[in-house]
Each structure stands twice: as C-alpha cells, then as structure tokens.
C-alpha cells in the first residue's frame, strides 16, 4: 500500500477523511442542486450502514498539493450536499500527487489538466489565492444552478468534460440577465431553453440540437 506525506490524509480511517479538510478547486456552486442532491441522498444517509456503504461506492477525486494538501478536483455538489446533510467523512481516490511541486507550477498543471476552475461565482477569472480553503466556504453562482436545470431538463447531455456546466452557465450568464435568473427561475429557464438551440451554443459539450 503506497504510504503519502499527507497532511489531510493523517487522520484517515481507511481513506476516509473530514470533509472540511478537502480543499475546492473552484470558487461555486449551484445550491439548487445541492438542495437537488440532498433530497436523493435523504434515505440513504437516514442509515449509519447504507451511508458508509454508499461513500465505499463513491470515492471523492483528490490530488495531493503543496503542504500536503487534499484537493478535491470533482464532485464538488455532491461533497457539499453530504456537509449540509450532517456526514462528517468521506472516502477519497488519490488521482496523482503533485505535493512536490510549489504553488505556481501545482495550480499551472491544475489547469491545464482540466482540474481547476479559476473564476468566482460572476464569471470573473481570479487567482489561485482566492480559493476557497474549505468546501463550506464555496459560493453560490445562480448561473451554475441554471446550468444544472438545463442538463436536468434534457437540453444538453452529460459528458466527462471538466467543469462542462460552468462553460454552459458561462454562456448563459452572457446572454440571460442576472436579475431574471435570481427572481423568476423558471422564465430564465424557459430562456436557456431556447438557446441551447441556437449555433452560438454548438461548441459547448453535450450540445444535443
């Protein structure tokens, strides 16, 4: 069994690990769906046995960063709807460790590996500073939630694209107004509809039309 200089792993019990040691990779997240996903996880996790068998099932991606740090590089709603539903632990899956590297050169392969996504819950691009240290303190992007609607709704597909639902809320966000998203969902949802349609959007992934 390979032994990591890991400051998140040393309190592991088999590879499970506190939640809030997991560091995000992005700054986001839809609440909607975390809502969305706590509801699917409720009668799972009213169980002790089923919960841990469950999260045996599920490991969390990590890459080990500098200072011996778990980053998590998907599953980031899932993560946080286990948080709010009162699940301390989780099993993780080591991807790779990068722990070698210093910070610039760690967030630089991040990204151009596909598992870091530098921009806050406005669309902007930040630094890699601005992270979050802790999953709890994850924004909400109501676009990201208008994205996740959409796939729901069957307007695009699901595809293994890193962060392909932030390139669809990203479109959306320059296309439908923030006030219409944040007071009347579904109007906005009706918008997305429309164009998830149109040949702007062909170049996303999962694009069905």
């Not at 509801?39 to 799972?44: A, P, T």
């Given at each position: 069994m390979t032994t990591y200089s890991s400051r998140c792993l040393a309190q592991?019990?088999?590879?499970?690990?506190?939640?809030?040691?997991?560091?995000?990779?992005?700054l986001a997240v839809g609440m909607r769906a975390i809502d969305a996903k706590r509801?699917?996880?409720?009668?799972?996790l009213a169980s002790p046995k089923?919960?841990?068998?469950?999260?045996?099932?599920?490991?969390?991606?990590?890459?080990?960063?500098?200072?011996?740090?778990?980053?998590?590089?998907?599953?980031?709603?899932?993560?946080?709807?286990?948080?709010?539903?009162?699940?301390?632990?989780?099993?993780?899956?080591?991807?790779?460790?990068?722990?070698?590297?210093e910070p610039t050169a760690f967030w630089r392969t991040m990204e151009a590996e596909g598992r870091a996504y530098l921009f806050?819950?406005?669309?902007?691009?930040?630094?890699a500073t601005r992270l979050p240290r802790a999953l709890s303190s994850l924004r909400a992007d109501p676009y990201r939630d208008l994205a996740w609607a959409a796939r729901e709704a069957g307007l695009f597909k699901k595809v293994s694209v890193p962060f392909s639902e932030f390139r669809w809320a990203a479109f959306f966000r320059a296309r439908i107004d923030a006030q219409v998203v944040t007071s009347d969902f579904a109007r906005a949802l009706r918008?997305?509809?429309?164009?998830?349609k149109t040949r702007a959007a062909s170049s996303l992934p999962g694009y069905l039309h």
């Open positions: 592991s019990d088999l590879d499970f690990i506190p939640l809030e040691d997991l560091r995000p990779t992005q509801d699917k996880l409720r009668s799972v089923r919960t841990k068998a469950y999260l045996q099932r599920r490991p969390l991606p990590v890459v080990l960063g500098p200072g011996g740090h778990c980053y998590l590089i998907d599953k980031h709603h899932l993560s946080l709807a286990l948080i709010h539903s009162g699940v301390e632990k989780a099993r993780v899956d080591i991807i790779d460790d990068l722990s070698h590297m806050n819950e406005e669309g902007e691009r930040v630094r918008m997305a509809r429309q164009l998830a």
